[in-house]
């Protein structure tokens, strides 16, 4: 019960992003993991396919009961708290109530402490932000979900295109 700890974040990728939140779990044993309908909506957004893997991954809940196997993979850029990570490969998975995991492998990976009291990720002092000299045209992930195409709207936008 209770509050999760999540903590803001940017995916992102040919000049675009997606502003969501993402459940540090530091006892989900995976480096990253991003919801199945997050990653649709995000890949095309972004304009970056999703991969198959070469073999389904097993997943085990929180529950101990085995999921669906992850069959795709979505390798996009992470920024947390200033920090730019590239070219993260985000497991795709069911994830229920959260659109983003960084699990344990994540934070071993960056060495990373959860300061659960004050609700913030600890960053090692030698790893400093990350400077960005891109400008991102960036959406929120819960407007990207709802967006629904006018069918009007495409079908003009088809015949224009078509006259070109």
């Known amino acids: 019960g209770g509050k999760s700890f999540t903590i803001p974040c940017t995916l992102s990728r040919n000049g675009c992003g997606v502003d969501t939140t993402a459940l540090a779990d530091s006892g989900a044993n995976a480096f990253a993991l991003l919801d199945t309908a997050c990653a649709e909506k995000v890949s095309e957004f972004l304009n970056t396919p999703l991969e198959t893997l070469e073999r389904p991954v097993p997943v085990r809940g929180y529950n101990g009961q ?5 069959t795709l993979i979505l390798w996009i850029h992470l920024q947390v708290n200033g920090q730019r990570q590239y070219n993260v490969p985000f497991l795709v998975t069911d994830l229920g109530h959260h659109d983003v995991i960084l699990g344990r492998k994540w934070l071993a990976y960056l060495d990373l402490w959860l300061d659960v009291q004050n609700r913030q990720l600890i960053w090692p002092t030698n790893l400093p932000p990350t400077p960005s000299f891109i400008k991102e045209i960036t959406v929120n992930m819960r407007t990207l ?4 195409t006018d069918l009007k709207h495409q079908a003009d936008v088809n015949r224009r295109d078509q006259a070109f």
């Open 66 to 70: 085995m999921g669906n196997p992850i």
């Open 145 to 148: 979900l709802q967006a629904v």
